[in-house]
């Protein structure tokens, strides 16, 4: 069984279940592993779970099967003890115990447990494909779920449908001195700044990526790129590709439809930007703080964020 290491620092990456693929299609052993008496179930509806316990510390509330309603079923994985775990999507939640309270991934990815992440992380990502693919790319004809919910198959012409994964860019842009580069979308209020970012596009590489990216919003011209860590993004179907950009000199220029702003800072200048309130930090749940804080060389003030 292979368990994966959580990435530190990314809270989207901390994935700890080994996903069992090779039981996909033994439908013997999923049966069995439903029955279990130790399994444990996740259940969705629309995006949103049930949580308890500390608000500042949640954990999943995660069912026996046989108090899980019915509805798609999801293997998720198997735990280093050999507990199985499902997730089951249904239209609503059952109304929560006095204890008990609903959420989404974006608002509770950064306060749970590896476990418990990966979990929410893997149901999210499986739940919105199969909601918005129900039917066939090719033919239009109805699909129906297969491999313990990890592919859509046409009954109609037999095409197999797996779920979508858009790569993504994610670059901190860095100058001869060591200063980044943080940006202010168009669409966002005053003060708030990050990295800059865009999706693959046919035929690019990703370091073809991280140089378009760049050039289109901000002007700025790549020398090299250095790949540093990934991270899935379920919003709602995109993988964070990290980087540090080199740029060939400090000239900038925003296009001024997506980007509005663009400012280069040395460490000691963010760290005033930030203690002064002038520039407001991407919160921990993006790579893109992660990214930020790896070149300043330790966290930054958790409070100043948005």
Not at 41 to 70: S, Y
Not at 187 to 214: I, K
Not at 221 to 242: K, R
Not at 271 to 294: F, H, M
Request: glycine residues 8%; aromatic residues 8%.
């Amino acid at each position: 069984m292979i368990h994966p290491k959580p990435v530190a620092g990314q809270a989207l990456a901390r994935a700890t279940l080994d996903r069992a693929a090779e039981h996909r299609l033994d439908q013997a052993w999923l049966d069995q592993a439903w029955r279990a008496p130790d399994t444990r179930v996740l259940v969705l509806a629309q995006g949103r779970t049930q949580w308890t316990g500390d608000k500042g510390a949640p954990h999943l509330v995660l069912v026996e099967p046989a108090h899980a309603p019915e509805g798609e079923r999801y293997l998720l994985g198997v735990d280093a003890a050999g507990v199985s775990y499902f997730a089951v999507t249904v239209a609503e939640l059952a109304e929560p115990a006095a204890d008990v309270r609903e959420g989404t991934l974006r608002e509770l990815g950064t306060l749970l447990d590896d476990r418990d992440a990966g979990l929410l992380v893997h149901a999210t990502g499986l739940h919105h494909w199969h909601r918005t693919h129900r039917f066939c790319a090719r033919c239009g004809q109805s699909t129906e779920i297969g491999a313990a919910g990890h592919v859509r198959r046409c009954p109609a012409c037999g095409t197999e449908h797996y779920p979508r994964t858009d790569p993504a860019v994610i670059m901190l842009v860095l100058d001869r001195d060591d200063r980044c580069l943080l940006g202010r979308q168009a669409s966002w209020p005053d003060r708030r700044f990050s990295t800059f970012a865009g999706f693959v596009e046919p035929g690019e590489s990703l370091e073809q990526a991280v140089a378009r990216e760049l050039h289109e919003e901000v002007g700025v011209v790549t020398a090299s790129t250095e790949y540093h860590a990934s991270q899935p993004w379920p919003f709602p179907s995109s993988l964070m590709l990290g980087f540090f950009a080199y740029a060939e000199d400090d000239r900038v220029r925003v296009d001024g439809e997506e980007i509005s702003e663009a400012h280069w800072y040395s460490r000691a200048q963010l760290k005033e930007a930030i203690d002064t309130g002038e520039v407001l930090l991407p919160g921990t749940l993006s790579i893109a703080r992660y990214l930020i804080e790896k070149w300043y060389g330790e966290a930054l003030d958790e409070g100043n964020r948005w």
